[in-house]
């Protein structure tokens, strides 16, 4: 089973600033098969990012993914209000088990 | 519009069973391959299970493997998860969540969740 390993637990920015999330693999992950999801609190996840850097449909180009192998980044260029979550690494691409990262939690600082 | 409804969450005792079910609409349902995600109170996603879009295809969290069982029914557009031998460690939110494709795919569509209490 692969590990996913986000850091740091909470990040705390103000709104404008950058946000990096680092994403940390066990063992290889092929790039097609690594995402990132949003979620706030009492709503289910949304997906953000896809096949690493792919972003979903209606995300904002703010939101930007990285990486390859074993070390994936999720980036917010400027960060909005709307954008304190949860964020979470998910890796589909080895026959499963799938997994999900500890997440990664964006605060107001 | 994809939508999906789950369904069956209740309070149950430890040692118990419980199905639950999530209802599909706006998509080919047999297309596709389906996925069950938890989330424990206050905790962070766990990856349940999945199954192919012709459902010939199942894959277990090792945390369940033997006691949970993922199925499908694409004549009803439904997404099945029977769940025995429940303990405390099975309490959480259960999403429902489409594939973006087979197996191997992001979840572009959640459900709501239902709620899973294992308690005495």
């Known amino acids: 089973e692969i590990v996913l390993t986000q850091s740091p637990g909470t990040l705390s920015l103000s709104t404008g600033e950058r946000a990096t999330l680092s994403c940390r693999a066990s063992q290889s992950v092929g790039s097609s098969y690594l995402a990132w999801y949003q979620q706030k609190p009492g709503r289910a996840p949304r997906l953000l990012i896809y096949g690493t850097s792919s972003r979903a449909s209606g995300i904002p180009d703010r939101f930007s993914g990285s990486g390859s192998g074993t070390d994936f980044t999720l980036t917010i260029s400027r960060l909005e209000s709307e954008d304190f979550a949860v964020y979470y690494c998910h890796q589909y691409g080895t026959s499963p088990p799938h997994t999900f990262g500890q997440g990664t939690k964006v605060e107001i600082k | 519009e994809v939508q999906l409804l789950e369904s069956g969450g209740n309070l149950v005792q430890p040692g118990g069973s419980l199905r639950l079910s999530c209802a599909a609409s706006g998509f080919t349902f047999s297309s596709y391959g389906m996925s069950w995600v938890r989330q424990a109170p206050g905790k962070g996603l766990e990856w349940v299970s999945v199954?192919?879009?012709?459902?010939?295809?199942?894959y277990y969290a090792d945390s369940v493997k033997g006691r949970f069982t993922i199925s499908r029914d694409n004549s009803n557009n439904a997404l099945f998860l029977q769940m025995n031998s429940l303990s405390a460690e099975d309490t959480a939110v259960y999403y429902c969540?489409?594939?973006?494709?087979?197996?191997?795919?992001?979840?572009?569509?959640w459900g709501q969740g239902t709620l899973v209490t294992v308690s005495s």
């Open positions: 969540a489409k594939g973006a494709g087979g197996t191997r795919s992001p979840y572009v569509y």
């Open positions: 199954i192919s879009g012709s459902g010939s295809d199942t």
